[in-house]
């Protein structure tokens, strides 16, 4: 009757007649009221007696925020027919209630809404930082209130605190209290207004689609809202977007900064946002503690308190180095005088003794950058050996060299360098400091008058060694340091802190690779602002997405050098400057993957990495069959483009050794290969080879079939010439659906699919024979790829090779995406179907990047091809190509990467599999070994081409490349070199499992 009662009240004095469904709410009455035409409303009963005071605060803050900052997406109050915003309406009961009305927002709140990016915390600070704007002159009686949740008056918590029964939890509110008290004179030095005073996670609201961004939709509630300074309003809100995020610094960072975007911070206001939000936590969980005590039975009191006391206990933020941070991100000086330093050091640029003895102005700059560097040849792990050599290539005689600052490198290979459980997480990588490489014993000499702050001995594989830091003053007082690292640690037992460096002495030298870490003698010099958070690691290497903090904390230290900073500051290729070359001088079919492409300029095994430095994990690349950058492969490479690089009118023993190694791992039939430049041209000579033996032209091919881009592959690969645009199916070609048991015409749970699969063919050779072209042949992926990784039932291949056979055609196995030991437990594709085809071809994946493919087939269908034409291919089988793929072939056997494959793919099949039954989106995984799919479906089981589409960029996004196939291009396609490890197998499933936590909640 509750209902119906509302319903009638809104109708009678709204005008509005709407269907009401109850909200949740603590005291109050809340409804979702909804018209004829979707429009929705909130109709708010309050509780009887409640104060009129608190309900007309409210109505008038919001009004008043429509009024000043109409674009803020807050709900607006709806009058009364009668003009008036709050009612006095009495309830089924006969009490009388304070009623009113607000438009529904759109979207649901933050609590729920996934994934919480930096982009969409920015929008909430932006959006807090308007409605302050906008409250900054209301005002109300009521917001002089007194009560619990006022964070003024947080010092109530401190005679509280014995209700803190575990110690050390005790111990950790008694410091937040502490550090409370200390704050509280500069707080209520601030001006107070009017705040909201309770943004948390349940009165954001955020609305998009699953393929739209994140937006804030709405800020809701307004029943906490008192007077207070406006920081007060950013830190609570700071308390709920910290909780259980997985880089708290990071979202803490963007909230504040798109506060200050909105309503500029003073930097003593930044400062007081990590105690702030420390104390409304400790609020939070002193209050819950004593509800508990008055509710026993209630288990959500104290269950609301983990992820609270998870970021007070788990949090090993440093305070400084934060409060620098949140600086940064505003565009503020990192430290108080931090301008006055840098003013003063352009000032004196020119006037410092120089570092290494000499002026530096023509010293020769050395690039090692991921882009223009191959140092190391393994980004994960580099032996002393090669440290000790790094940048030999810029040795001149002993001659000074210089590496840049800003230069993200990929010699940063310790774990320690790591920002996450993955070789593919986060890592630092930019260099921030200035490197002098010189002999070992060069001595230097102090730039300035400095203090020696720190002098110790980093023993760590490839640290520091020796190093000291120098603390310098301007002649205002401000301090700023200079870090050397990498020195000779005979220095350390005649330097110690508090010992004074004037400008121009002799103080260190240049340590050799046994004492300065491991390296190649050279100096890392460093300016940092500050020591705060980095005393114990001073990191010379930063972030790529963290430089906004790196570069304000550590500036460029070229002024000290005597040199311009441009000169010492490296400036990667600008992606962007690449996709708009790309665009004006390349074919605009000429796709690329992923909304946000990405700049990958060096790569090893299964990883690849962006101009930054950043790591991805390569999921779906299977051309790099053994791997990017195989050390065997560039020694073979190298070593045949010294000697000769002809073709196969002149003998050479790489020809036959490769033919030799290709055949071995052929059934006995196959005599006689083909080398051509890619499995286009293997297809397309397959055809030509097909036709000379059959004397017909007639191809029966599964729909979606890919074989390349040539015009005669083309007109088998339904995938293209069936495409909008496209050329349209040949005469002389016949499509048969794909033995695609999952969502095809026979299902799984039929044991005779595979036949009637295969009894497909019978029409479409009748019809070839009608139109008079006959049976040349049949040709298939064997697994179906492009189709959308599929695995055709067992006996289907063998079943259609029969009736192909018994119609005169041939049988032609692609095996460019199955074949050489993908499969794990097989070879080729051919072998788990237990067939024998004519023809294999053979693809990129056997130059594991150099252009290369291989036609293997029987001596009776090449001798039918050989009629007097010269068949020629300039580079197929070329002598580079010819040591290039046997090469690919031994290594897939020294290296036991078939093995690879079956262990790491029935790993990641597994893991897959058990997403399947936690996730409705997943229709299907299928595949064998490391050739995989994950079918996405709707909820009516349709094919969910916009959640593919979202899952791969997400993948993207978390520093993981997949793609994405079939009709309806909604299947996942997993299939990456075959040295992937079984961390990165349950990278891949981790992060799957929450893109698809995402896609449900929304």
């Known amino acids: 009757m509750t209902l119906a009662h509302w319903a009638a009240a809104l109708e009678e004095h709204w005008g509005i007649k709407a269907e009401l469904s109850r909200l949740d709410g603590e005291y109050d009455l809340n409804f979702l009221a909804r018209d004829a035409h979707s429009q929705g409303y909130i109709l708010k009963a309050m509780r009887p007696g409640c104060e009129t005071w608190l309900v007309d605060m409210q109505v008038k803050a919001f009004e008043h925020i429509a009024a000043r900052q109409p674009d803020l997406p807050c709900p607006r109050v709806i009058a009364s027919a009668d003009g008036r915003s709050l009612l006095t309406l009495p309830d089924e009961n006969g009490q ?28 909430i600070g932006e959006v807090l930082g308007g409605s302050a704007k906008a409250l900054s002159d209301f005002r109300h009686e009521g917001l002089e209130r007194d009560f619990k949740w006022d964070l003024m008056r947080a010092g109530w918590i401190r005679d509280q605190l014995p209700c803190i029964t575990d110690p050390s939890r005790r111990s950790l509110l008694e410091e937040i209290s502490e550090d409370f008290a200390k704050l509280e004179p500069a707080l209520a030095a601030l001006p107070n207004q009017a705040i909201h005073n309770d943004a948390n996670d349940y009165n954001i609201m955020v609305a998009g689609e699953l393929g739209e961004p994140r937006r804030v939709s709405g800020l809701i509630d307004l029943g906490d809202m008192c007077a207070a300074p406006r920081i007060c309003d950013l830190a609570i809100a700071a308390a709920y977007i910290v909780l259980d995020h997985p880089a708290p610094e990071a979202a803490l960072a963007a909230l504040v900064a798109g506060y200050h975007a909105a309503s500029p911070l003073t930097p003593a206001e930044v400062d007081m946002v990590c105690p702030l939000l420390r104390t409304r936590l400790a609020v939070s969980v002193v209050n819950s503690t004593l509800m508990a005590a008055e509710n026993p039975d209630d288990p959500y009191v104290t269950i609301s308190q983990a992820p609270a006391w998870r970021f007070l206990e788990g949090n090993t933020l440093h305070g400084g180095l934060l409060t620098a941070r949140l600086r940064a991100a505003c565009g503020l000086p990192v430290v108080d005088g931090a301008g006055r330093v840098m003013a003063w050091l352009e000032q004196e640029r020119g006037n410092f003794a120089p570092l290494m003895g000499q002026d530096l102005a023509g010293a020769p700059m050395g690039s090692l950058s991921v882009e223009h560097s191959t140092w190391p040849q393994n980004p994960f792990q580099m032996p002393l050996e090669e440290a000790a050599r790094v940048g030999e290539e810029f040795e001149d005689n002993g001659r000074i060299w210089m590496g840049y600052y800003n230069e993200p490198r990929l010699i940063y290979t310790d774990a320690a360098f790591r920002r996450g459980p993955w070789k593919a997480s986060n890592r630092r990588s930019v260099h921030l400091a200035v490197d002098a490489f010189a002999p070992a014993g060069t001595p230097m000499f102090a730039p300035l008058r400095g203090e020696v702050y720190a002098a110790e001995y980093r023993d760590g594989h490839l640290d520091y060694g020796g190093v000291i830091i120098l603390r310098h003053e301007t002649p205002e007082g401000d301090s700023f340091y200079t870090l050397y690292g990498h020195l000779d640690p005979e220095c350390l037992n005649r330097l110690k802190p508090g010992d004074v460096m004037e400008k121009g002495e002799e103080f260190c030298r240049l340590g050799d690779p046994g004492q300065n870490g491991g390296w190649a003698p050279h100096v890392h010099f460093q300016l940092a602002l500050t020591t705060e958070g980095i ?13 906004y903090l790196w570069q304000s904390l550590c500036p460029n230290p070229a002024a000290l050098l005597n040199l311009p900073d441009e000169k010492v500051r490296y400036r990667p290729t600008s992606k962007e400057d690449v996709l708009a070359g790309r665009r004006a001088h390349f074919g605009g079919n000429l796709s690329l993957t992923y909304k946000d492409p990405v700049m990958l300029v060096r790569g090893w095994k299964h990883h690849m990495f962006d101009e930054w430095g950043r790591p991805y994990l390569d999921a779906y690349n299977n051309v790099p069959h053994v791997g990017h950058a195989h050390p065997r492969i560039q020694a073979v490479a190298a070593d045949q483009l010294k000697r000769m690089n002809s073709n196969t009118r002149y003998l050479h023993p790489a020809q036959t050794a490769f033919a030799e190694k290709v055949l071995s791992k052929l059934p006995d039939r196959f005599e006689v290969c083909f080398f051509v430049n890619s499995g286009t041209e293997a297809n397309e000579l397959a055809l030509r080879l097909a036709r000379a033996h059959t004397g017909a032209k007639g191809m029966v091919t599964p729909d979606h079939g890919y074989h390349g881009n040539t015009t005669g592959a083309i007109d088998i690969s339904a995938y293209k010439f069936n495409k909008p645009g496209g050329v349209g199916q040949a005469d002389w070609v016949e499509l048969v659906e794909v033995a695609d048991d999952y969502r095809g015409s026979f299902r799984r749970g039929d044991p005779d699919r595979a036949q009637k699969f295969a009894d497909l063919v019978d029409p479409a050779i009748a019809r070839l024979r009608e139109k008079g072209h006959g049976v040349a042949g049949f040709i298939a992926e064997t697994f179906p790829s492009v189709g959308g990784q599929i695995i055709p039932p067992k006996g289907y291949l063998p079943a259609v090779y029969d009736k192909i056979r018994a119609a005169g055609g041939v049988c032609i196995a692609d095996e460019v995406q199955t074949g050489l030991g993908r499969l794990g437990e097989y070879y080729f594709g051919f072998e788990h179907q237990g067939a024998l085809p004519d023809i294999i071809v053979m693809g990129k994946p056997i130059g594991n990047g150099h252009p290369l493919g291989v036609l293997a087939t029987t001596k009776e269908i090449a001798a039918s091809f050989d009629n007097g034409i010269e068949f ?21 056997d020294d290296e036991s990467l078939q093995e690879n494959a079956r262990v790491v793919g029935a790993q990641l099949f597994g893991g897959l599999k058990a997403l399947e039954g936690k996730h409705a989106c997943i229709g299907d995984v299928r595949g064998m070994g490391l050739f995989l799919g994950v079918e996405l479906i709707n909820p009516d089981g349709s094919e969910a081409t916009e959640i593919c589409s979202y899952v791969k960029n997400r993948m993207r996004d978390h520093r993981i490349l997949i793609g994405s196939e079939g009709p309806k291009d909604n299947i996942l396609k997993i299939r990456p070199p075959l040295t992937i490890e079984p961390d990165d197998a349950d990278m891949i499933t981790s992060v799957l499992d929450e893109i698809l936590r995402e896609v449900a909640a929304v």
């Open 96 to 123: 009388d209630r304070l009623v009113w009305l607000l438009n529904q927002l759109p979207g649901r709140c933050y609590a729920k809404a996934a994934p919480k990016s930096d982009a969409l915390i920015h929008e």
């Open 535 to 547: 005393e114990a690691d001073w990191p010379g290497v930063g972030d790529p997405d963290e430089m």
């Open 872 to 892: 020629f291919s300039t580079f197929g089988g070329s002598t580079l190509s010819c040591r290039i793929g046997k090469e690919v072939l031994d290594i897939v």
